[in-house]
């Protein structure tokens, strides 16, 4: 069983920044693809970032690389997602979500469904 929580969202103007945090609770220290998907209204659950607990390995979507780091504690307790100079375009509900594979599997694992858990979403809103 795992739960997760996240946290950090909010309003901010284009070109501003955000950091998200995932707090992650699970009754098993077994390695686990942790990744970052969000939602605008209307539109599909789409995969922002992943990354194995495992080794760090990453993986970015096309739309957020060199804008947006995924990355995690050392105690493997908390995921974050560090968004810098946001567009309009980011707007959506962001969701943490969690899948006990082992990091090689985890570039494997990009769309939504792969996931097992979610948390509640936290909102992201930037204006222009």
């Known amino acids: 069983q795992v739960q997760l929580v996240e946290s950090g969202g909010g309003s901010v103007q284009a070109g501003g920044s955000l950091r998200l945090s995932c707090a992650v609770s699970r009754y098993s220290n077994s390695d686990y693809c942790m990744a970052w998907f969000r939602q605008p209204p209307g539109k599909e659950r789409e995969g922002v970032a992943l990354?194995?607990?495992?080794?760090?390995?990453?993986v970015y979507a096309d739309s957020v690389k060199g804008r947006f780091t995924i990355s995690q504690d050392n105690a493997g307790n908390t995921v974050y997602l560090q968004m810098n100079s946001l567009q309009p375009e980011d707007t959506a509900m962001y969701y943490c979500?969690?899948?006990?594979?082992?990091?090689?599997?985890?570039?494997?694992?990009?769309?939504?469904?792969?996931?097992?858990?979610w948390g509640q979403g936290t909102q992201v809103t930037v204006s222009s």
């Open positions: 979500a969690a899948n006990p594979r082992p990091s090689w599997a985890c570039n494997a694992l990009r769309r939504h469904y792969s996931y097992n858990y």
């Open positions: 990354i194995g607990t495992g080794d760090g390995s990453s």
